[in-house]
């Protein structure tokens, strides 16, 4: 007998986060649905998620809710594990980095690196960005002092740490790379890393003293490990490794894939890697980085709009839907554009249109024309072998996508078949076989069609885990006799002499209009709410300044007359504004919240005597002004009236 194969799948571990939205649920539902398709391959297939609870952000966020770190993360993992439940999230574990079975893990490989010497103890000196738990030079930040990933301010950080001797495993990992070219995906993302080794890679500081919410240096206890150190050993900790019971370990690792977002690739394809490398543990197969979904107009944050809240767009739309719309959406690494407008296209035209009105029409004229009953012909038409053929190569056109993490194609490659079948319909005219009496046409068209819908149904169950039950209630079949697995997927496998059951459209068609309006109705509300709650946390106000001071600072209208993405700076946005009958450049840490065209002809303000500093290469002449409160921000515009180079006071 042949051994099952395994898979071994895991999405970053989360931060404790109360507003996980549905650009965190992307990762995970593309996770979940290619477990399932891997299960339905016949894979024995493990997928692993979790919560990463440590670092100074946390311990921050805990003293001001007045709560223990712990006391903090337990509340919050709550809500996450129950979000993915209602996401129908099938994890096979959640590893949370404060269970003990982590932490003995994480201290094992830190003794195990620090005494073959890898390992040691100097004085760090640099800049700290608490948001992204990173550490940067003074070369990385340039002279702005600000976070060249996410803009915010960083703070110096100087205190007696231990390093990690990344810089000696530099060529092996170049050398890695260059055996494994499938490592790193998209490929895009692979240069990238590869050019940045090859820049010097500094040895990285792996513990920090000035906090202590962490897993402790087991030979020097006032350290804690660095949040990244502690949250990347997850992905083995969780299998046991280490332990007595690692039978989980050896079945599954090396990891067939780790899924993430590209902000942190380099924690993935680098200081992972090289980890392993020091511990001598075998590398991942595969690190594979997806975009980001962006929100327009900020529609991030809790209070500002529900509308992207995935709990809520589950229970507006269905989850089959929200799930569907997500991986058909996000094209392989490329980042995508959330709209609920979106959505309900989606949801209009993929599902209502396309698959819920090919059963709902075969339904229809199997009930009117041939009794209900599905049963194929003698006769055929000469639409079939067109049809057929792309039914026999459906799966694995799509089997190729889906095992290079691509789902936007796989289930592009489904729908070319539902479109086929579609056209099937106007080719063959059901209507005028009956009408004409060509009965034995008419059953195999009918049954054709019934085939497919099993077909399509079975393929897109991974992404669309609920939508089967509805499907085989309507066309008489259950999960036994229609199948589940591919191997069910051979032609033919309809049970002839169904008889069928038509039902409700599976997909109702939305009323975009009155959808939109009660989103905007229930974002205005949530608003409200989140104002009078007032749980925000606003940073304390600076120590005062004289108005010579502030008369220093020489505010300007400007007007925004091109915009453009920073390339590698997936956070910056380059624009180029006018003011005082000239132009000039800045960059600012907009790109999350703004498209470059939402900016084109806005007036903005900005801070037009700043010394200049260089941005990811980019010189920035200025600053644009921006209101933020949490993780809530929007550029503060000019009133149009005033001219660019009107004074702001
Ligand atoms: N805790 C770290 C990961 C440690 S893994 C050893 C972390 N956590 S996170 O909660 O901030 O983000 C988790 C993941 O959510 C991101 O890597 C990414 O995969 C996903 N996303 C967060 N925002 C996203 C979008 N707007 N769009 C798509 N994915 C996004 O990073």
Not at 293 to 302: A, V
Not at 564 to 589: F, M, N, P, W
Not at 617 to 623: A, R, Y
Request: aromatic share 10%.
């Amino acid at each position: 007998m042949t051994e099952q194969k395994t898979f071994y799948i895991t999405t970053p571990i989360y931060y404790p986060s109360d507003k996980l939205h549905i650009g965190h649920a992307y990762t995970t539902v593309a996770s979940d649905a290619m477990t399932r398709y891997k299960k339905q391959r016949g894979y024995d297939a493990y997928f692993l998620t979790g919560t990463d609870e440590h670092g100074q952000k946390i311990q921050q966020r805990a003293a001001e809710a007045g709560q223990t770190p712990k006391e903090f993360v337990d509340g919050i993992v709550a809500g996450i594990k129950s979000l993915w439940e209602l996401l129908d999230i099938q994890y096979d574990d959640f590893i949370r980095t404060t269970d003990e079975r982590h932490e003995q893990v994480v201290q094992q490989l830190f003794q195990k690196i620090y005494d073959q010497g890898d390992i040691y103890k100097s004085e760090y000196s640099g800049w700290y960005c608490t948001p992204c738990e990173t550490f940067f030079t003074e070369r990385q930040l340039a002279e702005g002092h600000v976070c060249p990933d996410c803009g915010r301010p960083v703070q110096l950080a100087q205190e007696e740490s231990y390093f990690f001797k990344m810089s000696k495993y530099a060529d092996r990992w170049l050398e890695f790379i260059d055996a494994n070219p499938d490592f790193i995906q998209p490929e895009s993302r692979r240069n990238e890393m590869i050019s940045f080794v090859k820049q010097g890679l500094e040895d990285l500081c792996v513990s920090r003293t000035t906090f202590d919410w962490g897993i402790k240096v087991p030979f020097d206890t006032k350290h804690v490990v660095y949040v990244w150190f502690d949250a990347l050993v997850n992905y083995i900790s969780a299998l046991g490794y280490g332990s007595d019971n690692d039978e989980k370990f050896r079945k599954y690792w090396p990891a067939d894939v780790h899924l993430m977002a590209k902000d942190i690739i380099r924690f993935h394809s680098i200081i992972w890697p090289i980890i392993l490398m020091a511990a001598g543990i075998e590398l991942p197969k595969k690190v594979v980085a997806h975009g980001w979904l962006l929100m327009q107009d900020g529609k991030m944050s809790k209070s500002k709009g529900n509308v992207v809240d995935p709990v809520v767009l589950a229970e507006k739309y269905g989850v089959d839907a929200i799930r569907f719309f997500l991986l058909r959406e996000m094209a392989y690494g490329m980042d995508a554009n959330y709209s609920e407008e979106a959505l309900i296209n989606c949801i209009n035209i993929d599902l209502a249109n396309d698959y819920g009105n090919l059963l709902s029409r075969t339904t229809a004229m199997v009930d009117k024309f041939l009794g209900g009953v599905i049963e194929p012909g003698t006769e055929g038409t000469e639409f079939d072998a067109d049809l057929l053929a792309l039914a026999a190569a459906t799966p694995e056109n799509m089997a190729k996508y889906m095992d290079k993490m691509d789902a936007a194609n796989a289930v592009a490659e489904v729908w070319k078949l539902v479109a086929r079948a579609n056209k099937y319909v106007d080719e063959t005219a059901p209507w005028a076989l009956n009408k004409n009496g060509e009965t034995e046409k008419l059953k195999t068209v009918m049954y054709n069609l019934a085939e497919v819908l099993r077909q399509v149904t079975i393929l897109i169950s991974p992404v669309m885990p609920h939508v089967a039950d509805k499907v085989w209630a309507q066309l008489g079949l259950t999960a036994e006799t229609a199948g589940s697995d591919w191997t069910a997927l051979g032609w033919g496998g309809f049970p002839a002499g169904t008889k069928i059951q038509r039902g409700e459209p599976i997909f109702p068609r939305i009323d975009a209009e009155e959808a939109l309006k009660q989103s905007a109705e229930a974002a205005a509300e949530a608003e409200v709410d989140a104002e009078s709650e007032a749980a925000v946390e606003y940073l304390p106000i600076k120590p005062e300044i004289t108005i010579e001071d502030f008369e220093k600072i020489d505010l300007r209208v400007c007007k925004v007359v091109a915009a453009e993405k920073i390339k590698k700076a997936d956070k910056l946005l380059k624009l180029t504004v006018e003011l005082c009958g000239e132009q000039r450049t800045v960059v600012s840490g907009i790109a999350m919240k703004y498209a470059p065209e939402d900016l084109v002809g806005k007036q903005l303000i900005i801070v037009a005597n700043l010394k200049p500093v260089k941005l990811r290469g980019v010189e920035s002449h200025g600053m644009i002004l921006a209101a933020s409160l949490g993780e809530d921000m929007q550029v503060v515009e000019a009133p149009c009236t005033i001219l660019p180079g009107g004074e702001v006071r």
